[in-house]
């Protein structure tokens, strides 16, 4: 079946969009999101072109998979297009009866529905979602450079909403230096964590800072002349190391040292760390650290629009 360039556009731009809500979105509206994933596999022409030759020509028992669920067996097909039609039944399955997560989720020892919504993220949707980003592209033979932008990024590199700022660690004197790459890093489009502006007026401290902590992928600390005590950012420092050990690569631990500073405390060294003369130097070595990236170039939306 042939399809139009706007044709593939569309449903590629869809099924991103459908894709991400579901995998990224807070669980709290899973059902809606897994319904709108649902019903744009069911309705839409290029993944029908895709799923619907598989319902003509395999048969896949949804019903028989649940009972092994609750009887504590997770088994799939052997071949893939046979794999692939039941995880798609499944994900149908789900959307018509929502309660069934928290069986899935007993069957793993995870007792809560957050948990239960995880794991079914995990071992079920998100190799359906990757074999049909594949597929998708395959389809639609990457008919233009737009199609292949929105085909794009594999669903592993795609980080959780939560999960992506970066904690900006720094000595009460240096708010002003701290401040410039707050707002350099939030003009490019990264989300930084900066104690004023995130912090609630009469919030716990240290409890604030930890939910900062788990919301990022890298903490910068700021050594200038200014710090003369590492006592002070002790339990930043213990954060940060704390994430690293959780998140692996996934998250940074950056210093930069501006001229005249003392040494970086020795908890940080086995670290990034940078010596740099000057904000710009500064902000560069951040940027080259951090693990993730932002996305492709583009007109700002006021230039092109009217």
């Known amino acids: 079946m042939e399809f139009s360039k706007d044709q593939v556009t569309g449903s590629l731009r869809l099924f991103v969009a459908r894709r991400d809500d579901l995998l990224h979105e807070d669980e709290a509206a899973f059902e809606h999101y897994l319904q709108r994933f649902v019903q744009f596999c069911q309705e839409d022409a ?14 896949v028992n949804v019903d028989e998979w649940w009972q092994k669920v609750n009887a504590g067996e997770l088994q799939f097909p052997p071949e893939s297009n046979a794999e692939l039609l039941l995880r798609y039944e499944i994900l149908g399955s789900l959307a018509d009866k929502p309660q069934r997560v928290l069986p899935f989720g007993v069957m793993m020892r995870k007792y809560k529905r957050d948990e239960s919504i995880d794991l079914f993220r995990s071992v079920i949707i998100r190799p359906f979602a990757e074999e049909m980003t594949s597929r998708l592209g395959e389809a639609a033979n990457l008919a233009s450079p737009q199609a292949r932008d929105l085909q794009a990024v594999p669903l592993h590199r795609i980080p959780k909403v939560n999960e992506t700022r970066i904690f900006l660690s720094h000595k009460s004197l240096d708010k002003a230096l701290v401040y410039r790459y707050y707002y350099a890093l939030k003009e490019l489009g990264f989300s930084p964590w900066l104690d004023e502006p995130d912090m609630p007026a009469g919030a716990n401290l240290e409890r604030e800072l930890l939910r900062g902590f788990n919301e990022s992928c890298a903490a910068v600390f700021f050594i ?57 130097e500064g902000f560069y070595e951040v940027l080259r650290a951090l693990p993730i990236e932002l996305g492709p170039v583009r007109w700002r939306a006021r230039v092109v629009e009217e």
């Open 46 to 59: 290029l993944a029908q072109s895709i799923i619907g030759p598989l319902q003509q020509n395999l048969t």
């Open 224 to 280: 200038t002349e200014s710090f003369a005590d590492e006592k002070y950012l002790a339990a930043e420092v213990d954060y940060a190391i704390k994430q690293k050990r959780e998140k692996g690569r996934k998250f940074a631990i950056i210093t930069v040292r501006y001229p005249n500073a003392s040494a970086v405390p020795e908890l940080l060294t086995p670290y990034v760390y940078k010596d740099v003369e000057n904000d710009l």
